[in-house]
């Protein structure tokens, strides 16, 4: 888990800004559900035997209830979906959201315990269109930030139906290779077999190479509306890739499945900024009914470190200086003016030497220092020291603050 000191903060910020702008400009609205669930929910939709829920959850007892900290928002943001019975409200919601998820992996580069997330989540739409249209916008996103070498995966499950099929299938043509898999593959093999298809073991890999694959056992419908999803992807000029490798490591999705990675920047192993599908059983399993759903999330952490690195010029900062306590009182005065102006100011009440005070201005960037000693007090006055230009004049205090904030409008950032 990180802290993320103020100097690390404006990239996030810049990160969060450009997401919310994308994806309001494509009709999502944001929804805010708690960090805490019952961890029932999660068991339900992710499924119990998958890697979040059997090892890293993070799960305690209150009050005789097992709670969950959220490993993931889809589960959180259907269960809201379900329990304000948003499909008697609107045909199609379209919801984003961005914070905190936690799972106890174990940490290296691009992964970590608490993360964050920003994700959307379309409910009512069954897609292939919408389905297309929003790998289209992460991809329109990514580029906005600059981060380049993007891969787009899709792949399709199909339903339950053509899902237990396959499952079916891939369990009687692994059995005989049981030996040459790895044993985490071997305990996978009959409870989730799919999972031994992303495995990055090698002798797996080569086992699984030739494994049936899922796109030849989906039924018509499924098969239509991935055919579907390949060609509003053409439509678009978007290029992407069918990976029949592609299974993902949660248990609620039906046809529709992508990733998109990254090898800019300084990601490594951990190089899926974001990854998604449809789940349109989920819904209906929580309680609902039936309403066809898909989703994605990016990991916050994992694209600041693809993203390249960009210095955005503060706001201009005015720096007032007082000496002595009557002085003080002026700035704070003249310090509350200024940033009711809208320019950022900030008052040095050390009570430290003019020079040190001056330091201070300089290695803030500061554009101006406003000094105020007794001197200026008996005259009216406030001394400005332009740090970029080197100049020095003087204010009548009655306008200072309206001729300050002109300065620092017309020169227009700081000089650091
Ligand atoms: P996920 O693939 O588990 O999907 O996570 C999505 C993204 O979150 C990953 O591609 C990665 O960028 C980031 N991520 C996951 N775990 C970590 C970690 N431990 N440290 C840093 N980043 C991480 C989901 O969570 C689904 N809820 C996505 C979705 C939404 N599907 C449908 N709707």
Redesign the pocket.
Known sequence: MNDILPDEVGSWQRLEDAFRRTVELYGYAEVRTPVVEPTNLFVRSIGENTD?VEKEMYTFERHRDSLTLRP???AGAARAYVEHKLWTREPVSRWYYLGP?F?A?RPQR????Q?Y?A?C?IFGDPGPVCDAEMIDMLCALFGELGIGDLEVCIHSIGGPAARERYRAALRDYLRPHAAELSEHARARLEVNPLRILDSRNEGDQKVVAGAPAILDVLDEEDRGHFDGLCQALDALGTPYRVDPSLV???DYYTRTLF?IKSSSGGLGA?N??????R?DGMVQSLGGTQVPA??????L??ILLAMPEASPRPDPLVYLAPMGIAAQREALLLARDVRRRGCRAELDGRGNSLKSMLRRADSMGARLCVVIGDAEIDRKVVAVKDLAEHTQDELPRADAAERIVERLGSAGGGHA
């Open positions: 979040v993931e928002g889809t998820m799972r992996e691009g992964r970590y315990r993360f997330q994700g989540e993902r490591g949660l990733e951990q899926t900024i974001a990854g998604g599908g789940y898909i989703g994605f999330a990016m990991g952490e994992r």
